[in-house]
């Protein structure tokens, strides 16, 4: 059987995805922000700055509007999140200070893992890496078959 680079990709890809996922999760529940799992972290940093709306949310993460209030709930309860009233019926999700400080916080330990790399492989190498990842991504994105009608 042929062995797939893209299937390598593929996994390591996820599996540095959970690392890093799980890293900060770690960190940030060490500083005192409660209940940050991996999956509450990859919602979060779905979320623009401004005002997000949970029917624009679950586009772009495909998942229910019930999932994304459902999680909305969960972090406005933990108090890194709150609704506000919006336009018509919709609720503004807006970023609490603990909310803003737990974002600020998460970009602090991205700059620890970078710096960790910039260290053992060099800024340069770290750099390339990524424009290869964003052009295997430009690729996929550009020969994957179209789901227009």
Request: some cysteine.
């Amino acid at each position: 059987m042929v062995e797939s680079l893209s299937l390598q990709l593929v996994q390591q890809a996820g599996q540095l995805n959970d690392s890093i996922s799980h890293f900060l999760s770690q960190k940030l529940v060490a500083k005192g922000y409660q209940a940050i799992t991996p999956s509450l972290l990859g919602f979060l940093s779905t979320l623009e700055c401004g005002s997000n709306y949970g029917s624009e949310l679950a586009r772009k993460l495909g998942v229910s509007r019930q999932m994304v209030a459902k999680t909305v709930r969960e972090l406005c309860a933990l108090g890194y999140l709150e609704q506000l009233d919006g336009p018509g019926k919709q609720k503004q999700i807006v970023f609490t200070d603990r909310g803003e400080q737990l974002i600020a916080h998460a970009r602090q330990c991205l700059a620890e893992i970078d710096q960790g790399l910039f260290k053992q492989m060099g800024t340069g190498q770290v750099q390339a890496v990524v424009e290869q990842l964003k052009s295997i991504n430009a690729y996929i994105d550009s020969t994957a078959p179209s789901t227009k009608p």
